[in-house]
């Protein structure tokens, strides 16, 4: 009897992930089918293009957070780490640095606050919320004051071109790859960095780490994991990705001031949670995420190409995002159903 009741238990639990898996690309799917039939300019390739621009930077924020997440914590200060990190690269190129030193110094600054963030949660037991709050805020102040909020420009086109797009140039071009005339190779190097952080997720004791503190925290401990240092490095890996996807967001756009991120974090946040991982932590997947971050700029870029103002943009993202946190709130009441059958 013991033995048919955990098959039932285990077969329900198997049900609801399979149709939780199958929700996020099934939203992505019908989303782009209706902007396809809503708009022409939806078909196009400008259209594609648009949507892969809008995607990588977020994307990279959102698979840093996702980490943060299943652990059941947050992290407020994506946006403004990742600008934080380029204001002090670009502020290196005029001490006369390279443009390659400034990128590899602008990674260094986001994951120093990455590190600041782990410390203050796992070692100084400051709620997420409030601790990235802070050092949101500070971030924000900090880049303000090092650069005496002035623009900070990354010009050399080497770089645009390596981490954002293949060339322009016609006559650079072979007649059969004439169609990905410029393309954003910054999707690629997304793609990229997910194959590896799936990897850490997934096939790692780091991933292995995260989820069971997530699951459960107090356990996690009490079986010998050393929580604090498993905690504090999630965070810094979330800097790390934060770091990563500055330099994208440097090759898409000419020039950076100190309240450029300010709401890009709400947007990776978002991606993550439309992906269906768990705001209470334990469960979550990257590719989830990746999908979610596509049906973000899917959304977003549709609307605008049926002519709706941005602040009609960011009222349909609030509403997907708040289905998305309801679905998984009814998830979850139905898994403590079935472990009390």
């Known amino acids: 009897m013991l033995n048919a009741e955990t098959a039932v238990k285990a077969a329900a639990e198997e049900r609801t992930f399979d149709w939780q898996k199958l929700l996020a690309p099934s ?6 089918v209706f902007f396809m039939i809503a708009t022409p300019h939806a078909r196009s390739m400008t259209a594609l293009v648009n949507v892969l621009s809008a995607s990588y930077f977020i994307g ?10 299943i652990t059941g914590g947050i992290d407020l200060s994506l946006g403004t780490t990742m600008m934080c990190g380029m204001l002090m690269g670009g502020l290196s190129m005029r001490w006369g640095w390279s443009i390659w030193a400034a990128l590899a110094f602008s990674v260094a600054v986001c994951t120093f606050i990455g590190l600041l963030n782990g410390i203050l949660v796992a070692y100084l037991q400051l709620p997420p919320f409030i601790a990235t709050l802070g050092t949101q805020m500070m971030g924000m102040g900090f880049g303000a004051i090092m650069t005496k909020v002035t623009t900070m420009r990354y010009t050399d086109q080497s770089f645009k071109q390596l981490f954002f797009r293949f060339s322009n140039n016609v006559n650079d071009f ?10 954003p190779i910054g999707i690629v190097w997304l793609l990229a960095a997910f194959v590896i952080a799936w990897i850490i997720l997934n096939r790692t004791r780091f991933g292995r780490y995260t989820f069971a503190m997530g699951s459960n925290y107090e356990a996690a401990r009490l079986s010998g994991i050393n929580t604090r240092f498993w905690r504090t490095l999630v965070y810094t890996l979330c800097g790390f990705f934060c770091g990563v996807a500055g330099i994208f967001f440097g090759a898409v756009y000419t020039t950076i001031i100190p309240s450029t991120g300010n709401g890009l974090e709400l947007l990776a946040i978002a991606g993550v949670v439309i992906g269906g991982t768990s705001m209470s932590g334990g469960t979550g997947s990257l590719t989830g995420t990746l999908i979610g971050v596509f049906t973000m700029s899917v959304l977003r870029q549709g609307l605008m190409l049926m002519g709706l103002q941005g602040h009609w943009q960011t009222f349909m993202t609030g509403l997907v995002v708040v289905g ?6 009814y998830r979850i009441q139905r898994a403590n159903a079935v472990k009390k059958i």
């Open 27 to 32: 939203v992505l799917i019908l989303m782009t």
């Open 60 to 69: 990279f924020m959102a698979l840093g957070v996702t980490f943060v997440i």
């Open 174 to 183: 072979p007649e059969h790859l004439l169609f990905l005339r410029g393309f």
């Open 324 to 329: 998305a946190v309801l679905l998984d709130q």
